[in-house]
């Protein structure tokens, strides 16, 4: 859906894409003015846990003005400087903090103060990535763009599940002046296999049956597999039972892939088998490593917005075949910084691998950066 | 004498012919000294003599290397760089004008008339120089400062140096500093040879002070035939030829173009109906600093913020001769283009460049000769676009009356053909969204296709020929358009095809790759010029259109309800957004194929596997040892193994796949060996030096940056490129800025350089600008709060209120009225965001006005960066607040005056308060009787008369008032006149505005009434306790109790008669005499007693002088009787 542009405000249509396009115009300042969000849905306007993201923006900046029609369908967004510091944010409990984190983990290196975010919420959803893989896929990327790792962390307090949540996560980022061009196109064998399972407010078995059936996957192509279990008990357990696996296969080039699968939302009636989370689990981990690239398929958008944001020089990343989410990202950044990427699709050189193992298409994204600078960034 | 010289004789020296010396030197003579380093050759003198001494010295050349380091930046000079910009600046009468002629006439051979605005010559085979002269306008001399690759700075030798020199070294070093190179001139007004010298010498060494030690300067002796002589102009243009630069932050961050030409297309007939219309203007000139983006906003220097409505390139106007043949015995080699000087006016009128203007406003007469070049040329211009773009836009009419078709559609048609889905499309276009859209879902819905098939692979075997087949259908609709373009246009078009062929087949070669997923993401973009294109076109309909980058040229029903679905999608960063595929199953046998070589424990391609590396290993250990045993020559590392390694090669080569590489690993190994060898077996290589490799990585880091920056685009086509990286430096682009305010056009001057300058991400937005600030050392002034100050920052010259301030130890901004003297103090001001450390510079007044600039001295007020950016401000000021007790109980205080209302002491309720004396308290609650009224505590009883204070701090607001400088806009006589706001000090003097000062403030004479203390009244109980001599005495208490008599009241005066004065007269008289004596007699008896004291230590002296000297004799005595005795004994 491309945008209009409307004194120098631009101008969508929809409620998709609204977390990308506020974050696009909170880095790039422009305005950006949202028309007829679920203007024929039953309840329409925005919902709940976009207003928190609203807020939790505001919180991260000074000087944002956010205007809300009187029906919730349309919304006017100027940004103001990104300021940062501790900032506190209880998450709506409808999206996992995964929404709210990717957000403050693409803003934070370009804050005034070093970010350090206490979010509570829904650690692990079904519609967001969870703060495991972020901590574990996505942390890693920003650090190939800062490159020192001053204080960059991600520490899980207490992990929530659906619908009630009760989980904390704390997100420190530093903050640099502006990122690094990167180059990086070979991603590769996997060596090892990691995985921590958490078990909430359900029977400790639970979590070492996930265990063995992830491990019976993955013992078939990797001797090195090594999972965790988080059995967390009381205030730690956060608010609703639920169990889940996060498994994580680290290349000998230090590329993350994550995958993830959860028990079913309590109360919703579904169940399914310990042993069913851990095997989807892992034959989701098997597709991720099959598609390849230097990032993880979840991960793409971010790369792709880091090395758009990079100094004026030439970034280079292969990674896997787009999704549809990184697509859409590659639109916005285009509407936002005029920035294109140049995208090929790499081929193997040898034709007859073809038949017997293919590997998925990877596509290689060139860009030359914007030359984005931390405007917030004080100097003495 | 003589026998003594004889004897001073010395002994000549013999060398020694036998023994281990001579040996020694034999056999150093021996070697060939020739070749030898001096450090082989006398090895002693080189050896470490004092530890300290050693590390003194290596400390020194760390220190020497260290200081030379500088960051090392990424080179972004691109290969075929723009001009370089010389500018010429200087007081008027100074010869600058004379310069740039000599200058143009020793570079192109060619007399130019009238210079006016920028002049581009093209100086070598890989330079081109942009002329331009700088006015004498402080606003044109912060512009050309902005730009200037090297500036030419012109001093009148027999004035010296003026102000406008001085300032414009300041307006350099605040804006990154370019070359400077100075240059004398009317040196042949000075007679006398010695003044001459003298002049020279002292002006070299202020140029030196003021630009760095040994800057060049140059010597223009004399004018003969209003020329300089040549061979100095020929000295100073080869120096100029050869200028090396060093990028400048500033201009490395941010595109800008230096207009060299100003065309107005707005409709004639609009102007005539409204001469105060809006115009839409195109600017021209030369992409500098970094790729300029499509859509980014600009500043023009003198008018404001524009946005670019329409950017594209165009062929050179001035292009480096070495870059192509001439193709024409007609086309001149075009070394020289300004447009605004009108140089080769004429030519240039029949110039490609001006055929872009078809339609705005001249040429409606052409000859034919000037048609045919005009059609060959817009060739030539339009197949700088894609040709495949052009290929998908050509459509044909198959009956007449019918649809267009283009080549898409037969292509999806043969997609839906394949697919069995022979759904007869009514609309051609809808079958063109069909397949994008099959494109756009990136084939996540597998329900076409099978299920082994990868969901997301949409380009797997059965599209596959797919694709070909439609791209044969491509070239051939491709050959069909081209012939229906050939019968139109019959000649030009041949040429034109043989030209594109090529290209078009390497386009398509990659555009299978690569252009698919473009197209996937960003739609049908359009691609380099082809924008401009489209406006014209609509211009042509009278239509006023603005290209959106995203606009479809159809726009169905069908897209549209697909839009509208995926319009409130809830947002999922997934791969599998929100329906979730079933995943191929990875454990089956047949699918662990795919993935086994993923992991540390599959195959892996030769040049990684560990056990084909540690064969290859030994093969070559073996090799090496062979080779070693025969012929490697130690001293130089060189190997002469040529012949064994193709051996090798061939030997491998014949084994397995992949053995390239192993062989290329083979001669990598070799190379490293040899590397390594040649520096362990150097011996001149084992000398201690510092570890520079950290500075060396960096180095390398930036070298590959910028080759890869350089490299990575190179086999993009031409507008492809353009939209990836942006219009790179060095391209001649034309900007279309629509709403440009009508006075640019009519007040139009080409002296006035048009600084056109790219502002990054959120440069364009206004907040307030937290900076460092030092007043001018030279300028008269210090400068006051809020008095409106003309900045200029970045590309920007504005007017705008600051607010000083001084960043206190806790970080508080504390407001300061005026900016204090040889200090930094902090400034705050509403303006344009613009990134931290850019420098700027201050103004009060940018008014050319002789008489003011007499009475400024020098116009600079003050200079500084930018420290931070935020959208609000916290200035705060210093305010007392001042009460007064009302009542006073023990450490308690009710305090009125400090504070209006309840709901003001509410506010500070628990502040700290304080008395004059020092006493500290707290403010507690507020009372209801006097208004205003509170509570405090102190630390101790206060006293009535004690003023209460209490220290708050007050904020400051930034008065939100921001006026970019729009000299550009004024009229030609009134450009260097820009007047802003006034100072309140400036109105009132006009106005001839007095205030009444405030009574308050006057200086009046202190009236001090004289203090009345009350009687000191002692307790009587403390009375008691005191000693007697501190009891107050002078109330005596009698035992009746009523108050004694007051004796000195009851005396008599005494009054003598005559004698009786006389008497005590001469009494007096007598007692001073006799005090006198006394006095005299006293002083004489001192002096006796000293004369006295003096005389009895002489004789004391004289006694132990005897006594000593007796001592001494007997001690020598005793002695000589002792030694006499001793050899006795």
Redesign the interface.
Known sequence: ?????QN?ALVY????????RLLLST???RSVKIE???ST?NDPGLREYEVSLIRLLDKVT??TRVELSETGTSLFYQP??LIGGQVTHSCSTQRGIG?YL?ILLALGPFC?EPLNAVLQGVTHHD???SVDKVKTAALPVLLKFILVDDGLELKVVRRGAPPLGGGEVVFRCPVR?HLR?L?WSSWG???RIRGIVYALRVSPTMANRVVEAAKG?ML????DVYINTDQCRGPNAGKSPGFGVSLVAET?EKTFYCSEAKSPEAGSGESALPEDIGRECA??L???????GCVD??CQ?LLALWMALG????S?CVVG?????T?GF??HL??F?????????L?TDDDDS?D??????R?KM???G????N?????? | MADESAFDKKKSHRAKHAGRKAEKKKKKNQLDQSNLSARQRNPKAFAIQSAVRAERQFRRKEDIIAKKQHIPQ?D?TPLEPPPIVVAVVGPPRVGKTTVINNLIKSFVKTNVTSINGPVTIVTSKKRRLTLIECNNDVNSMIDIAKCADLVLLLCDASFGFEMEIFEFLNICQVHGMPKIMGVLTHLDMIKNAKTLKTTKKTLKHRFWTEVYAGAKLFYLSGIVHGEYLRNEVKNLSRFISVMKFRPLSWR??HSYVLGDRMEDVTNQEAIRKDPKISRDVVLYGYVRG??L????AVHIAGIGDM?ISELSHLPDPCPLPSKEKKRHLMERERQIYAPFSGVGGIVYDKDAVYIELKGSHSHKKEDEETNEKKELLKNVVETTETVDEQMQESGFKLFSGGAVIYPDMIKDDEYLQHNNKAQQSSDDSDSEEEDNDSD???G?DQSEKDSTK?P????S?SEKGDNSASEKEDNEDENKSSDDESEVVDFSSKWKDKLSEKATEAYFERQK??K???R????E?EIGNKNKDKIEDSDESDEEEIG????RVTDTQKKKHK?KE??????????Y??NKPT?????SEAN???????????K?SADEDASELLKLDDASDGEDEEMFGDFEDLETGEKHAAEDKNNAKEETGNKRKGEMTKAEILEKKKKLKAKFDSEYDNPDEHRITGDHSYYENLKAEALK?SE??KS??DN?DNG?RI????FRPGLYVRMLFKNMPAEFVTNFEASYPILIGSL???E??I?YVSCKVKKHRWYKKILKTNDPLIISLGWRRFQTLPIYSKIEDDLKCRYLKYTPEHVTCNMHFYGP?T???SGFLALQTVTNDPNDIKQLGFRIAATGS???????TQIVKKLKLVGTPIKIYKKTAFIKDMFNSTLEVAKFEGARIKTVSGIRGQIKKAINKPEGGFRATFEDKIKMSDLVFCRTWFKVDVTRFYAPVVNLLMPVETKNAWQGMKTKGQLKRERNIKYDANNDSMYTDIQRQPAVFKPLVIPKALQKGLPYRFKPKSKITTLSGEAPKDTSKDRVAVVKSPYEQKVTSVMKMLKTNFETKKEVQKQATKERLKAHKRQMDAIEWRKLKRQKELKKKICRTLSKMGNKKKPQM
Not at chain 1, 311 to 314: G, N, P
Not at chain 1, 356 to 361: C, K, R
Not at chain 1, 370 to 373: A, E, H, N, P, Q
């Open positions: 859906m491309p945008a209009t542009v120098d249509k929809g409620s998709n894409f609204l977390r990308q880095l790039s300042g007829e969000i679920r849905h000074n000087g103001g400087i929404y990717e005034k519609l967001d990535v002046r061009p180059q064998l996997v060596k996957v078939k192509f990797l001797p000998n034959q989701r098997l597709d991720e490593i099959y598609r390849g398929s979840g958008w100094q004026k020089d030439v280079e075949p787009l999704s549809d989410y697509i590659l639109q285009k509407e910084f005029g920035v294109m990427f140049k995208l090929e699709v081929r073809d017997e193992a293919a590997p998925a298409q596509v060139t860009c030359v914007i030359g984005y600078v405007m917030s960034k004080r100097t003495m | 990424v972004k490395m961050t970094v790729p983006m499509k859509d980014s946005k756009n879902d990136s996540i990868v997301w692979d949409n380009d075997a790759t690569s698919n997923i473009m996937l993401v960003y739609g973009f959106g980058l995203f606009k839009e995926t319009l409130d999608v809830d947002e999922c960063s997934f791969f957004s929100l995943i191929r199953d990875w454990t662990k194929q795919f993935l086994i070589n993923s992991f540390v424990t599959g892996r940056q890869l920056n990575v685009f993009l492809m939209e990836v990286e942006g990054n991400m959120a364009q937005n907040g965001i990134p931290q450390n930018v420290n931070e950016i935020n959208k609000s």
